[in-house]
């Protein structure tokens, strides 16, 4: 709403000096003027609002229905942080699904032998054994002077075993 008032100003100032001192100001105000409304539009909630209308009204064009349009958090819908968050679990999920259909030579390791890889014990909590895994990626990390591919490989599975 901030930014949409200095626009606004911008706009009314480039209109008086246009007016005053030359018409080339005027052809200057329109973008200032159309951004100012843009932002005051979103800021306020109304295109959320439209959006979501459409949307439950099936005004929606074919490409977003066909991307299971969302209209994100702004618009005043509650709770838009949990839904975010639990959208970034499961797409993280997937991702490490997929990494492992794509190694189906790699055998999975059992939670024993993850920890003894990444060298933390029985009762490792979650914060735990993502330092471990950090540290142990850094020190074995390929790109590293002392780094090592197929430990690096062997880390990354093990903290993926404990994960699931």
Same mark, same amino acid.
């Given at each position: 709403?901030?930014?949409?008032?200095?626009?606004?100003?911008?706009?009314?100032?480039?209109?008086?000096?246009?007016?005053?001192?030359?018409?080339?100001?005027?052809?200057?105000?329109?973008?200032?003027?159309?951004?100012?409304?843009?932002?005051?539009?979103?800021?306020?909630?109304?295109?959320?609002?439209?959006?979501?209308?459409?949307?439950?009204?099936?005004?929606?064009?074919?490409?977003?229905?066909?991307?299971?349009?969302?209209?994100?958090?702004?618009?005043?819908?509650?709770?838009?942080?949990?839904?975010?968050?639990?959208?970034? +679990? +499961?797409?993280?999920?997937?991702?490490?699904?997929?990494?492992?259909?794509?190694?189906?030579?790699?055998?999975?390791?059992?939670?024993?032998?993850?920890?003894?890889?990444?060298?933390?014990?029985?009762?490792?909590?979650?914060?735990?054994?993502?330092?471990?895994? +950090?540290?142990?990626?850094?020190?074995?990390?390929?790109?590293?002077?002392?780094?090592?591919?197929?430990?690096?490989?062997?880390?990354?599975?093990?903290?993926?075993?404990?994960?699931?």
């Amino acid at each position: 709403m901030g930014v949409s008032a200095v626009l606004f100003g911008i706009t009314a100032l480039m209109l008086i000096v246009g007016i005053v001192v030359n018409p080339f100001f005027l052809a200057v105000a329109i973008p200032f003027a159309a951004s100012a409304y843009l932002l005051w539009y979103q800021a306020s909630g109304k295109l959320g609002d439209r959006i979501s209308r459409e949307a439950a009204a099936g005004n929606l064009g074919s490409r977003e229905r066909s991307a299971g349009f969302d209209p994100g958090p702004f618009g005043g819908r509650a709770g838009a942080g949990a839904d975010a968050r639990e959208r970034a +679990r +499961r797409t993280r999920r997937n991702r490490r699904r997929a990494r492992g259909s794509r190694e189906p030579n790699q055998p999975t390791l059992q939670p024993s032998e993850a920890r003894r890889i990444l060298e933390v014990d029985a009762s490792a909590n979650e914060d735990e054994v993502k330092a471990a895994y +950090r540290r142990k990626a850094k020190e074995h990390h390929p790109d590293t002077d002392s780094g090592d591919e197929e430990t690096f490989k062997k880390v990354s599975r093990a903290y993926e075993a404990l994960n699931e």
